[in-house]
Each structure stands twice: as structure tokens, then as C-alpha cells.
């Protein structure tokens, strides 16, 4: 199937602890995404490449860090987990040129103890 | 910010059409109007999106004022499944441009 996934889909860990998660997709896309969503259901970009190229950081503590080691791949490592950090993060991809929807992966839900 | 403005919830009976509304009075010139849905908690999914003309595939049309002011998606038989909250956006049609999501309208299908 053609898609964008993410694992894992579920990740509980201690404050302090230091987490990753990943992202694949196989459309071929350019360009790949972070966003987060809170608890109240807001979605907010954190991060997206252009093959393999940061392009957007929205101030997301530096704590975040996005690896894209191919344009198919972004992954996301988390150190020193806070509470705060806990939320539904999903993956994102669409192409460079040529309009059309972003595809979301089925989103990694952080809980942070 | 979001830049577009919908109502927070909606009804509407299965079977019948759903018409959801989104203002964007300040849309510029280069950008379209995009329509994703959230089904609890999966990831948004890309519906539609338009620039001035009217859209139509196979999930649902869009309808956009001549002055590109506001919008309707409009679902033409909706079922048990399109209960979600539907999301208008604006946003260029480029590769650097990002989705601001707003709050959103949660459609209800009634039975």
C-alpha cells in the first residue's frame, strides 16, 4: 500500500528519557513533515524537509531534533522528554511542485509519566 | 494564525448532502482553499482544494464564491463514516508553504 507510516503508534516513557520516532513514505513525495497535536486537538507544524533539507523549524525547542537521512525517511528524536511533550505527533508528506493534498501518517500518541 | 473561520459543529441526517461553510475574507491572491477531514484521532486526510473555479471529485465538491471570500464543501450523500472534523485552510500551492489548521467544524451524521 502506498502510504506514510509511522512507528511506533504508541510510546509511554519517563520524563528525561530520550525517544524517537519514526516516518516512512513510498509515494515518491519531496517534501515531509512533523506536526504535533495537544490535547486540545490543535494542529501545529513543528518541522518540515525538502529532500533531506530543512526547510521550516517553528521554534520548537532544540531538545527536537529531525533527521532525514533520504527523502522518503524523516524521523524525529526527542531528548530529555517533558510532560508537555505528551500529544499525537504525525507525519506528512506531499510533493515539491505540483500542488495537491498532504498525506498524513496514522500518528505516534507520546505520553510522558 | 488560521485565516479562515467555519462553525464549530454541524448536524446532518445520513443520506442527505452536507454543506459545510469556511469564510476567508483575507485569502490572497495565490492561495487555494483546502479541505481535510479528521476522523477521531486518525490523521487528517486531504479532501479537496481549489483556487477560484469549483472542484468536484470523488469524495466530496467545493464551491467557491466568484469573490473567493468564502467557500462550501459540500458532501453530496453523507454516511455514518464522514462524522469528523472537517478543516479549511489556506495556503499556497508550493512546496515551502505550510497547513495552518484552525479549529475546525465537527460534522455529526445522524442516523
Known amino acids: 500500500d502506498t502510504a506514510v507510516s509511522q512507528t511506533p503508534k504508541y510510546l509511554v516513557t519517563q520524563m528525561g528519557n530520550d525517544k524517537s520516532i519514526k516516518c516512512e513514505q513510498n509515494l515518491g513525495h519531496d517534501t515531509m513533515y512533523w506536526y504535533k497535536q495537544d490535547s486540545k486537538k490543535f494542529l501545529k507544524i513543528m518541522f518540515s524537509?525538502?529532500?533531506?533539507?530543512?526547510?521550516i523549524n517553528e521554534t520548537v525547542p532544540n531538545r527536537f531534533s529531525p533527521k532525514s537521512p533520504d527523502k522518503a525517511h524523516l524521523n524525529l528524536h526527542i531528548n530529555s522528554l517533558e510532560l508537555g511533550d505528551s500529544a499525537v505527533y504525525f507525519c506528512a508528506s506531499r510533493p515539491w511542485t505540483g500542488g495537491g493534498g498532504y498525506t498524513f501518517g496514522s500518528g505516534t500518541r507520546l505520553t510522558v509519566v | 494564525d488560521a485565516k479562515t473561520t467555519q462553525p464549530p459543529s454541524m448536524d446532518c441526517a445520513e443520506g442527505r448532502a452536507a454543506n459545510l461553510p469556511c469564510n476567508h475574507s483575507t485569502i490572497s491572491g495565490n492561495e487555494y482553499v483546502y479541505w481535510y477531514r479528521q476522523i477521531h484521532s486518525q490523521g487528517p486526510q486531504y479532501i479537496i482544494h481549489?483556487?477560484?473555479n469549483n472542484e468536484t471529485n470523488e469524495m466530496a465538491s467545493l464551491i467557491i464564491t466568484e469573490d473567493r471570500k468564502s467557500s462550501t464543501l459540500i458532501l453530496p450523500h453523507a454516511t455514518l463514516r464522514d462524522t469528523a472534523v472537517y478543516y479549511c485552510?489556506?495556503?499556497?500551492?508550493?512546496?515551502?508553504?505550510?497547513?495552518?489548521f484552525g479549529t475546525g467544524t465537527r460534522l455529526t451524521i445522524i442516523p
Open positions: 485552510i489556506v495556503s499556497p500551492n508550493f512546496g515551502n508553504e505550510k497547513l495552518t
Open positions: 481549489g483556487l477560484k
Open positions: 524537509y525538502n529532500n533531506k533539507e530543512l526547510i
